[in-house]
């Protein structure tokens, strides 16, 4: 095995903090709660939205179930729309659509084309976060949602051969 080198962490100062302690009649309390507030804001319609790019991306994977050529192009909304629900799933209170979706980013990040059991597995990826959405499963405190990750992971990686 390799040497291992030590962990070098770097304190940077944090200008920001700094800005904001010095601006005029502005108190870093009430920021963070107008913050807090606009992420609430987002959150409560997440499910709603969320729902609306779920169908795109089912679409998306119908047209590569369906033969269209290109694929190229349809993989790759497929992994955009999928980064964007990665993104906004934990901030909103849904991790579990966080994990699920990224599986999907990375099933399909770089690939140019993808035979009938990967677009089945990419379909299997949108239903489950569909699934997900309508039941408002946050997370994997529950078996079916544990079960559902492993299954994806698993299925995955033997179609990845790793």
């Given at each position: 095995?390799?040497?291992?080198?030590?962990?070098?962490?770097?304190?940077?100062?944090?200008?920001?903090?700094?800005?904001?302690?010095?601006?005029?009649?502005?108190?870093?309390?009430?920021?963070?709660?107008?913050?807090?507030?606009?992420?609430?804001?987002?959150?409560?319609?997440f499910?709603?939205?969320v729902?609306?790019?779920?169908?795109?991306l089912?679409?998306?994977?119908?047209?590569?179930?369906?033969?269209?050529?290109?694929?190229?192009?349809?993989?790759?909304?497929?992994?955009?729309?999928?980064?964007?629900?990665?993104?906004?799933?934990?901030?909103?209170?849904?991790?579990?659509?966080?994990?699920?979706a990224?599986?999907?980013?990375?099933?399909?990040?770089?690939?140019?084309?993808?035979?009938?059991?990967?677009?089945?597995?990419?379909?299997?990826h949108?239903?489950?976060?569909?699934?997900?959405?309508?039941?408002?499963?946050?997370?994997?405190?529950?078996?079916?949602?544990?079960?559902?990750?492993?299954?994806?992971?698993?299925?995955?990686?033997?179609?990845?051969?790793?």
């Amino acid at each position: 095995m390799g040497q291992y080198k030590p962990t070098v962490t770097i304190d940077r100062p944090n200008f920001l903090a700094r800005k904001v302690d010095r601006l005029p009649g502005v108190s870093a309390d009430a920021l963070i709660a107008r913050a807090n507030s606009m992420v609430g804001e987002e959150a409560a319609g997440f499910v709603d939205w969320v729902d609306g790019d779920l169908q795109a991306l089912k679409m998306f994977a119908r047209k590569l179930a369906g033969g269209e050529k290109p694929q190229a192009p349809h993989i790759a909304r497929i992994f955009r729309g999928a980064a964007d629900i990665r993104d906004q799933g934990t901030v909103c209170g849904y991790p579990l659509v966080t994990r699920v979706a990224g599986l999907l980013c990375n099933f399909v990040d770089r690939a140019e084309h993808l035979d009938a059991r990967e677009i089945a597995l990419v379909e299997a990826h949108v239903d489950t976060l569909l699934t997900i959405i309508a039941g408002r499963i946050k997370n994997e405190h529950t078996e079916l949602a544990r079960k559902l990750v492993t299954d994806l992971e698993t299925a995955g990686a033997k179609l990845r051969g790793k």
